[in-house]
């Protein structure tokens, strides 16, 4: 597989999961999107 038809999946892959509803991200809180989300909880898991 060439690294376009990779990135095409990787970004059709994330636009269906950001379909399926706020999820975390909207219960922690309302405003933080999902890419938000994403990086707090990979700063967490980094220690900061």
């Known amino acids: 597989m060439t690294?376009?038809?990779?990135?095409e999946t990787i970004q059709r892959e994330m636009t269906i999961f950001a379909r399926?509803?706020?999820?975390?991200?909207?219960?922690?809180h309302p405003e933080l999107s999902l890419v938000s989300y994403t990086l707090l909880g990979h700063l967490e898991e980094k220690g900061g």
């Not at 690294?3 to 990135?7: L, Q, S, W």
């Not at 706020?22 to 219960?27: E, N, V």
């Open 3 to 7: 690294a376009e038809p990779a990135i």
């Open 20 to 28: 399926r509803g706020p999820g975390p991200a909207g219960r922690m």
